[in-house]
Each structure stands twice: as structure tokens, then as C-alpha cells.
């Protein structure tokens, strides 16, 4: 399996790209919290209803103290694969861009009953969604200029 395909099936639930690896332990254990996460969460609910245009009632459906911890599951589940899809070590640094994401997400969740774009109230999941790009913009950078660091020591 590549990277790409781990990260776009973990992309697709949590776990997947491991049980693919053949690592059945830590796929279920990604697949199990994923659905306590989930189900905690009322993700499903609020996906559901802000794909609708019902942005506020998503904010009222979501437990906030729940969906909180989606964010560092979902892209450290999406590293781990990446990490292990291959039998050439990843990149130096490889984590960093997950890691911004989860932050950037994280920090998306914390702010979605408030930020508005154009007098739009973007919610539990635009948000946090949107805030992926601002991971990428930050970590990538980041990872890059590490790895030519490392790669430029003796």
C-alpha cells in the first residue's frame, strides 16, 4: 500500500489503512474509538446537519467535550498509516503536517459557534474542515525546513 492510499483510507475511517497492513490490533483499537468518539460526539448528527444549511441546530446536536478529541485520533491514525504503509522509513519530520493539523482542527472546533465568513456561520464541521489548510500551510513549511536541517549536518 502508498501513503497515499493509507492516508486516504484512514481518511475514510480510522483504522482501515492498518487492517490492511495486517496490524488488526491497533486497526480495531482505531476503530473502536473512532465509533466511542463518534457516538459520543453525535458526530453523525451534526454532519449530517450542517451538510443540511443547519449550522446552529449541529452546534446544539454536538458534544463539544467529545468532538474535541476526533481531531488528534483522526490525523494520528492517518500518520500511523502513513508512517507503516511503506517499507522505506517516512520522510524526516513526516509527522509534523498531522500533528499542525490536529492543532489547527482542534482550534477550528473551539471556535466554530463563532467564526462567520461573510456572515456565515461555518459550524462544527466547515470549520474545523477548512482549518486543515492552515495545518498543511504551517507544518509542511516547518517539516521542510527541518529536514534540510538534518540533512545538512554532518
Not at 472546533?109 to 456565515?120: C, E, F, R, W
Amino acid at each position: 500500500m502508498t501513503r497515499l492510499e493509507a492516508i486516504l483510507w484512514n481518511i475514510a475511517l480510522p483504522g482501515f489503512s492498518q487492517l490492511l497492513n495486517k496490524q488488526y490490533v491497533k486497526g480495531i483499537v482505531f476503530i473502536v474509538l473512532e465509533f466511542l468518539i463518534n457516538m459520543g460526539a453525535h458526530f453523525n448528527s451534526a454532519i449530517q446537519l450542517s451538510f443540511l444549511g443547519e449550522t446552529e441546530q449541529a452546534l446544539a446536536t454536538v458534544n463539544m467535550q467529545w468532538i474535541m478529541f476526533y481531531p488528534c485520533l483522526y490525523f494520528f491514525a492517518m500518520w500511523d498509516g502513513f508512517k507503516d504503509a511503506e517499507a522505506d522509513p517516512p520522510p524526516l519530520y513526516s509527522f509534523i503536517p498531522f500533528a499542525c493539523c490536529a492543532y489547527f482542527v482542534t482550534v477550528g472546533i473551539m471556535y466554530a459557534s463563532v467564526v462567520k465568513i461573510n456572515g456565515v456561520l461555518l459550524g462544527p464541521i466547515w470549520l474545523p474542515m477548512l482549518s486543515v489548510i492552515p495545518g498543511l500551510i504551517v507544518g509542511l513549511p516547518i517539516q521542510l525546513l527541518l529536514a534540510k536541517k538534518a540533512n545538512a549536518t554532518p
